[in-house]
């Protein structure tokens, strides 16, 4: 099978992953659902900090958006290393990892890793700066950027 690759176009630059079908079809598959129906495009990177970055389930007003029903966690044997990206829950949300986090491979039943930042010095340069912004708590929410970090498109484009 092919590595799709997505285009997440954001307010502090885009990000460009590879996603991996082989080793994590059904979070792939999933993933690609929200891509294509626009999902993406309401939401806000609403958590980061020096390991990840946190986005998808979050709207500018910091209100859920409403997602599908969860999948079933995959055990993908992916790792949660810099540049990957994981599902942070079951349906919409996801991280990038800013730092190597194999911690999460297993903790509350792993957090399946399904794709990789490409490696290019322009892709990690945004995920690293979006992982410097200042943050404030914001209710119940920590690690939130003062200044909104929208999402706003994801697109696949192979």
Do not use: C
């Amino acid at each position: 099978v092919p590595y799709p690759q997505v285009t997440m176009f954001t307010s502090m630059g885009k990000i460009i992953l590879e996603l991996d079908p082989n080793q994590a079809p059904v979070t792939v598959d999933n993933f690609l659902r929200y891509v294509h129906e626009g999902f993406y495009e309401k939401t806000i990177f609403h958590r980061v900090n020096a390991n990840a970055i946190l986005a998808g389930s979050l709207d500018g007003k910091m209100k859920p958006v409403p997602a599908h029903e969860p999948i079933e966690l995959e055990k993908t044997g992916l790792s949660n290393l810099r540049g990957s990206i994981a599902m942070a829950s079951a349906t919409a949300q996801f991280f990038i990892n800013v730092t190597d986090n194999q911690f999460l491979d297993t903790q509350d039943g792993g957090y399946a890793v399904f794709g990789n930042v490409i490696p290019d010095s322009t892709n990690m340069k945004v995920v690293d700066e979006i992982s410097e912004v200042k943050t404030q708590t914001v209710g119940t929410y920590t690690e939130v950027p003062v200044t909104p970090i929208t999402i706003t498109r994801v697109e696949q484009t192979q």
